[in-house]
């Protein structure tokens, strides 16, 4: 074979694992990570849960108040962060931060 033709065919198995490993990481939420979001941006508001907290806003639901509602999915609580109802307002989240988030509030739910 002649050398340029292995050269190239090397250059091009080393581009095509370079590319494998080059490929988005996806992961399952994280709703430790959640939870500090949640601390850190929603508990003016909401009662977050874990216990640190002691107050918030009598007439904004708590986060297992959330989890609990009928139907509730990860899906509609990431909905309703994104396209938020008044008086809540718009929290710029990456997609991976409202998947934590969610998974977070989820956790809250009541065993059934």
């Given at each position: 074979m002649?050398?340029?033709?292995?050269?190239?065919?090397?250059?091009?198995l080393l581009?095509g694992?370079?590319?494998a490993?080059?490929?988005?990481?996806?992961?399952?939420?994280?709703?430790?990570?959640?939870?500090d979001?949640?601390g850190s941006?929603?508990?003016?508001?909401?009662?977050?849960?874990?216990?640190?907290?002691?107050h918030a806003?009598?007439d904004?639901?708590s986060?297992?108040e959330?989890?609990?509602?009928?139907?509730?999915?990860?899906?509609?609580?990431?909905?309703?962060i994104?396209l938020?109802?008044h008086?809540?307002?718009?929290?710029?989240?990456?997609k991976?931060?409202?998947?934590?988030?969610?998974a977070?509030?989820?956790?809250?739910?009541?065993?059934e």
């Open positions: 002649d050398l340029r033709i292995v050269a190239t065919i090397g250059m091009a581009f694992v370079g590319l490993f080059a490929a988005p990481v996806t992961s399952l939420p994280d709703p430790a990570h959640g939870k979001l949640a941006l929603c508990s003016n508001c909401h009662l977050v849960g874990g216990g640190e907290q002691e806003n009598a904004i639901p986060f297992r959330i989890a609990n509602q009928e139907a509730q999915t990860e899906g509609t609580i990431m909905a309703h994104v938020p109802k008086p809540m307002p718009t929290i710029p989240l990456t991976s931060e409202l998947a934590d988030l969610a977070y509030i989820m956790s809250l739910r009541n065993p």
